[in-house]
Structures are given as structure tokens and as C-alpha cells.
């Protein structure tokens, strides 16, 4: 059963926390270049395997003792939100554009380039921590695909305006409060046992 509760802290965290990742930056230049339909389907597909990976991961950490899962999500929450409170901007990355516009070369571009940008990423690290916190892995699962789909889709349709009208720097300092937040939770829920 999906707990939509869980659905939705998860959704915005998640949400939050990937809006200024390069990878939302990559999508709207690949969503600039190509067929948008084209390049959400291979993000799409991407972001789905990094998700099931990190609940797979989380769900294992639920079969330690609760305090130590909580240290544990403490600790790699407040480290999140370290990372976004004091990381420094980085440049454009150069995106090879495939020889053709057909579906199978720019899905497959954007498919082979969000894999690899996201593995071990932020949010797929954050995504374990929550299915651990959780022990629900279908509503973090759900939550956590549909946000990275929700910023796929902002960056390769409509990045631009969106970057316009709300400073990263601003989404950047919302995604850390939320992070540091759930990992002083955490970590007074491993404290007082």
C-alpha cells in the first residue's frame, strides 16, 4: 500500500534538492537540441534505475538496528546538506549531440548521460537514506521517481523560464534547510532511542 504521506515528503525533498543539479542543467540543453518527448524518455529510464538502486540499497539498511539507521540517515543528511549549502557553481559541461534525431540515438544520449552524471549522486544517496528512514520502499520509490521526472521535465521544457523567475541559490538554500531539518530529526531519534 502507498503511503501518500511518505509519497509526498519524499516527492519534495527529492524535488528540491535536484532542481539546481547539473543534470536538470544537462536536460534543458539536450531539451534545447533535440526532440523533448525523445530526450524525457531516456532520462526518464535513467532516473528510474537510479531510484530503484537507492530504495534497494535503503531497504537493506532497514535490517540494522533502528538507532544505528537513524545515526546513520542523520549523519549522511546533515552531510547533504553541508554539500548544498557550500558547493561551489559549476561550469556548463559539453554535451556530444548525436548524429541523428532519431528516438533510439537522443533517448539513448540522454539515457547513457544521466546515468553516469547521477550514479552516486546527492538525491540517489538521499533516496536510500529516506527508504531506510521510511521502511516503505514503493512510497519512496514513487515520491522519488516522480520528482526526478518532475525535474526532467522543468529542465528539458520550461528550465529556462523557471531559472528566471526563482534564483537557484534560493531553491539551493531550501533543499539544504529541508535536509538539515530531517538529519537533526534523525539524529535526535538515534540520541533519545
Given at each position: 500500500?502507498?503511503?501518500?504521506?511518505?509519497?509526498?515528503?519524499?516527492?519534495?525533498?527529492?524535488?528540491?534538492?535536484?532542481?539546481?543539479?547539473?543534470?536538470?542543467?544537462a536536460g534543458l540543453v539536450l531539451g534545447t537540441r533535440y526532440r523533448a518527448s525523445y530526450?524525457?524518455?531516456?532520462?526518464?529510464?535513467?532516473?528510474?534505475?537510479?531510484?530503484?538502486?537507492?530504495?534497494?540499497?535503503?531497504?537493506?539498511?532497514?535490517?540494522?538496528?533502528?538507532?544505528?539507521?537513524?545515526?546513520?540517515?542523520?549523519?549522511?543528511?546533515?552531510?547533504?546538506?553541508?554539500?548544498?549549502?557550500?558547493?561551489?557553481?559549476?561550469?556548463?559541461?559539453?554535451?556530444?549531440?548525436?548524429?541523428?534525431?532519431?528516438?533510439?540515438?537522443?533517448?539513448?544520449?540522454?539515457?547513457?548521460?544521466?546515468?553516469?552524471?547521477?550514479?552516486?549522486?546527492?538525491?540517489?544517496?538521499?533516496?536510500?537514506?529516506?527508504?531506510?528512514?521510511?521502511?516503505?520502499?514503493?512510497?519512496?520509490?514513487?515520491?522519488?521517481?516522480?520528482?526526478?521526472?518532475?525535474?526532467?521535465?522543468?529542465?528539458?521544457?520550461?528550465?529556462?523560464?523557471?531559472?528566471?523567475?526563482?534564483?537557484?541559490?534560493?531553491?539551493?538554500?531550501?533543499?539544504?534547510?529541508?535536509?538539515?531539518?530531517?538529519?537533526?530529526?534523525?539524529?535526535?531519534?538515534?540520541?533519545?532511542?
Amino acid at each position: 500500500m502507498i503511503n501518500l504521506t511518505v509519497t509526498a515528503v519524499v516527492f519534495g525533498v527529492v524535488f528540491l534538492a535536484e532542481l539546481p543539479d547539473k543534470t536538470a542543467l544537462a536536460g534543458l540543453v539536450l531539451g534545447t537540441r533535440y526532440r523533448a518527448s525523445y530526450v524525457f524518455a531516456g532520462v526518464a529510464a535513467a532516473f528510474a534505475v537510479h531510484v530503484a538502486l537507492a530504495v534497494a540499497a535503503g531497504s537493506v539498511l532497514t535490517l540494522l538496528p533502528q538507532q544505528l539507521v537513524s545515526a546513520i540517515t542523520g549523519a549522511l543528511f546533515l552531510g547533504g546538506a553541508a554539500v548544498l549549502l557550500f558547493k561551489k557553481d559549476d561550469g556548463d559541461e559539453e554535451i556530444r549531440k548525436p548524429e541523428d534525431q532519431s528516438f533510439w540515438k537522443v533517448s539513448g544520449a540522454g539515457f547513457m548521460l544521466i546515468l553516469v552524471a547521477e550514479f552516486g549522486d546527492l538525491t540517489q544517496i538521499m533516496t536510500a537514506n529516506l527508504a531506510a528512514r521510511y521502511d516503505d520502499p514503493l512510497s519512496v520509490g514513487l515520491g522519488a521517481v516522480l520528482a526526478l521526472w518532475a525535474v526532467a521535465g522543468l529542465g528539458i521544457v520550461g528550465g529556462k523560464a523557471l531559472m528566471k523567475r526563482v534564483p537557484l541559490k534560493l531553491i539551493t538554500r531550501i533543499a539544504a534547510l529541508l535536509m538539515l531539518g530531517l538529519g537533526v530529526w534523525s539524529v535526535w531519534e538515534a540520541v533519545t532511542g
